[in-house]
T-cell receptor
């Protein structure tokens, strides 16, 4: 069973701090990795995608991928109360029918305190 | 505006009733997906379609049916065989080599 694991949290950080969210995955053949943000009662919104080892930066967000260790992380710099949400990690895996599908983590709840 | 439209936003089902959730996209995406989200559980794939007139079962297809007669539309029917239908239903689509993007979702409850 291919899995994606996240710490459910809640992760609580003060406003202005760096929030660090982690995700591990089991399928070594995975090629594409995504972070989605989901506010309470709303649908998931894509915030970052990463495909190769290393860091990818977009504004206050940095995604980090380490395929050898099978983890992907999301750093949020200068955290704001509006960043308070659940962050979902999704990994693209090859399923039994030779089709690609997303495997989703359960999400990490982030609370940024003013 | 381009996007994915799900309707209705809220839906109530009576015992023994089939209900249909609508998902329409004007992004010219080939692939479309239906997920179910329950509290404390991750997104679970119900059905997906990679091209018009073709679709495959996901991980929890029992009690659901879909059709893909047009590229823009991928409706989901929750049948009376689905004994625990109360959930947040999410439709997503994606273009080639692109991430999935979601509609706003439909909340289904039992009367």
């Amino acid at each position: 069973q291919k899995e994606v694991e996240q710490n459910s949290g809640p992760l609580s950080v003060p406003e202005g701090a760096i929030a660090s969210l982690n995700c591990t995955y089991s399928d070594r053949g995975s090629q594409s990795f995504f972070w989605y943000r989901q506010y309470s009662g709303k649908s998931p919104e894509l915030i970052m995608s990463i495909y190769s080892n290393g860091d990818k930066e977009d504004g206050r967000f940095t995604a980090q991928l380490n395929k050898a260790s099978q983890y992907v992380s999301l750093l949020i710099r200068d955290s704001q109360p509006s960043d308070s949400a659940t962050y979902l990690c999704a990994v693209n895996v090859l399923n039994a029918g030779n089709n690609r599908k997303l495997i989703w983590g359960l999400g990490t709840s982030l609370a940024v305190n003013p | 505006d381009g996007g994915i439209t799900q309707s209705p936003k809220y839906l109530f089902r009576k015992e023994g009733q089939n209900v249909t959730l609508s998902c329409e996209q004007n992004l010219n995406h080939d692939a479309m997906y239906w997920y179910r989200q329950d509290p404390g559980q991750g997104l679970r794939l119900i059905y997906y379609s990679q091209i018009v007139n073709d679709f495959q079962k996901g991980d929890i297809a029992e009690g659901y049916s879909v059709s893909r007669e047009k590229k823009e539309s991928f409706p989901l029917t929750v049948t009376s065989a689905q004994k625990n239908p109360t959930a947040f239903y999410l439709c997503a689509s994606r273009g080639a080599r692109q991430p999935q993007h979601f509609g706003d979702g439909t909340r289904l409850s039992i009367l």
